[in-house]
C-alpha cells in the first residue's frame, strides 16, 4: 500500500471517526442506565453486543491502517523521551484491547497512572540511559512498534503484562506476558502476516497484522526482534534498535 492508496485514506478519514462515535456512543448508553434505565435484558444484551462488534470492527480497521503506516516511506529524525512516547502507546493500546481500563487510564492524572496499571497487571519498569535521557529516532514508528507489542501481551495474557525499557546506546523494548505461549513448531509463522494463534481464553483475534507490522519496522529501523517462548510458558518479544 502506498501513500496515496485511495481506500486506505477511505478507512482512515472515513471510517474510523464515525466508528469511534458509534463506540463511544453505545458506551455512554450503558454507563448511564441508573439515570436513563432500568434497561430489560433485551435492551441490555443489543447495547452489549453493539459494543462487542464496534470494538471489534474498530480493533481490525486499525490492524489494517498499522499495516499501511509501517510501509510508509522515510523515517522522521526526532529527540524525544521514551517515557512520553510510552504513555500515549499504552494508552492507545489499552483502549483497543481492554476497554474498561483504557477509561480507567483516562480519568487518571500523572499521579495516578502508575496505579491504574498495576492494578491492572500492567508492569512496567525503565532503567539504563533512556530512563531520562533523549532517544534519537522517529518517535511515530516507535510509538507503533509498542502499541502492537502491548497489544499482542494483553490480548494473551492470564492476568500479567510486564514491559521493560533498557538500553545505554540501543533502546531495548522487552514485553512479556502470562499467557499460553507459543509452541515452538508455530514459532517460524509469529511474525508472517495473516498468521493469528488461536486465543484460547476466548479473547479478541485480530487480522494476524500487529506482530509483522512490528517486525518490519524493526528491520527497517536496521534493528533486532526475539521471541522466547513455549506451550504454556508465556512469551516475551524483545526489540533492539540503534539510535537513527
Known amino acids: 500500500m502506498t501513500r496515496k492508496d485511495p481506500l486506505v485514506d477511505l478507512l482512515i478519514h472515513d471510517l474510523t471517526g464515525p466508528l469511534s462515535i458509534v463506540l463511544a456512543s453505545v458506551n455512554s448508553l450503558l454507563n448511564k442506565e441508573d439515570k436513563l434505565g432500568p434497561y430489560n435484558e433485551y435492551q441490555k444484551d443489543t447495547l452489549k453486543r453493539a459494543q462487542r462488534n464496534a470494538e471489534k470492527a474498530k480493533a481490525l480497521l486499525l490492524e ?3 499495516v499501511y503506516r509501517s510501509e ?3 523515517f522522521r529524525k526526532d529527540q524525544f523521551l ?6 500515549e502507546a499504552l494508552i492507545d493500546a489499552v483502549e483497543v484491547v481492554a476497554p474498561a481500563i483504557g477509561e480507567e487510564l483516562a480519568r487518571a492524572d500523572d499521579d495516578s497512572f502508575g496505579e491504574v496499571l498495576v492494578r491492572n497487571g500492567i508492569l512496567i519498569e525503565v532503567c539504563g540511559r533512556y530512563g531520562e535521557s533523549f532517544f534519537t529516532h522517529d518517535p511515530k514508528k516507535i510509538r507503533q512498534i509498542l502499541r502492537n507489542l502491548i497489544s499482542n501481551a494483553l490480548k494473551y495474557r492470564k492476568s500479567t503484562m510486564k514491559l521493560k525499557i533498557a538500553g545505554d546506546l540501543d533502546l531495548v523494548i522487552s514485553v512479556e506476558d502470562d ?3 507459543i509452541p515452538e513448531e ?3 509463522y509469529i511474525f508472517k502476516r495473516f498468521f493469528n494463534l488461536k486465543n ?3 479473547g479478541p483475534e485480530g487480522l494476524g497484522f500487529g506482530l509483522s507490522c512490528v517486525k518490519n519496522l524493526v528491520e527497517r529501523m536496521r534493528g533486532e526482534i526475539s521471541l522466547k517462548s513455549g506451550e504454556g510458558a508465556g512469551s516475551c518479544f524483545t526489540v533492539r534498535i540503534p539510535p537513527l
Open 64 to 66: 489494517i491502517i498499522e
Open 72 to 74: 510508509e516511506g522515510l
Open 82 to 87: 521514551i517515557s512520553d512516547v510510552l504513555k
Open 179 to 181: 499467557g499460553q505461549g
Open 186 to 188: 508455530k514459532q517460524d
Open 200 to 202: 484460547k481464553k476466548g
